[in-house]
């Protein structure tokens, strides 16, 4: 097969996984019963909130003495705040802005990108996908606002930080 027709072919199986069918079933044997990944997209993250998201993610950081890069993204995926502690090596600059953009452009944390590939190695990713957690919705009122993303440690690190940044939004 050509490059052009696996990579479509990896893409649409890619999609059947992050959709919830199940491997092993047929898609077209599979019909959900509601919307996966549905959360409505709200209005953009305002800088203030922005702010309270990155100062609880520094405020954990900074406790465990860990460096990362840490990027804000509003509603449409667009930056709204990025800081990099000191040290932290440049080259996760791009992925915590890129994990925050793929969270609030696919409406799930990055972990049901990483967990897809793993469950079914082998298969292409998603134009603007990033199988790396460490992307997490910000969600107030049940709608996506932003995403926070966070690079620069191990997949659990990043996650727990971005967690623990978009806690401050996502509480009742």
């Not at 599979?30 to 209005?43: A, C, N, R, S």
């Not at 992925?95 to 590939?117: C, G, P, S, V, W």
């Not at 926070?148 to 939004?169: P, Y």
């Amino acid at each position: 097969m050509t490059q052009s027709v696996l990579r479509i072919l990896g893409q649409t199986l890619l999609s059947a996984s992050l959709c919830g069918i199940a491997w092993a079933q047929n898609p077209a044997d599979v019909v959900p019963e509601k919307m996966p990944f549905d959360t409505p997209y709200g209005p953009g993250i305002r800088l203030e909130q922005a702010d309270q998201v990155m100062a609880a993610a520094h405020a954990e950081m900074a406790k465990r003495k860990w460096r990362l890069n840490c990027a804000v993204v509003d509603s449409s995926a667009q930056l709204v705040l990025f800081r990099r502690m000191d040290q932290t090596h440049v080259g996760s600059i791009d992925i915590a802005m890129h994990k925050a953009r793929a969270a609030a452009k696919f409406r799930r944390d990055t972990l049901a990108f990483e967990n897809a590939i793993a469950a079914n190695p082998g298969i292409a990713t998603l134009d603007d996908a990033i199988a790396s957690r460490g992307g997490v919705l910000i969600i107030s009122k049940g709608q996506i606002i932003g995403a926070i993303g966070c690079s620069g440690g191990t997949g659990s690190q990043d996650e727990l930080i971005a967690k623990v940044g978009a806690a401050v939004m996502n509480a009742p």
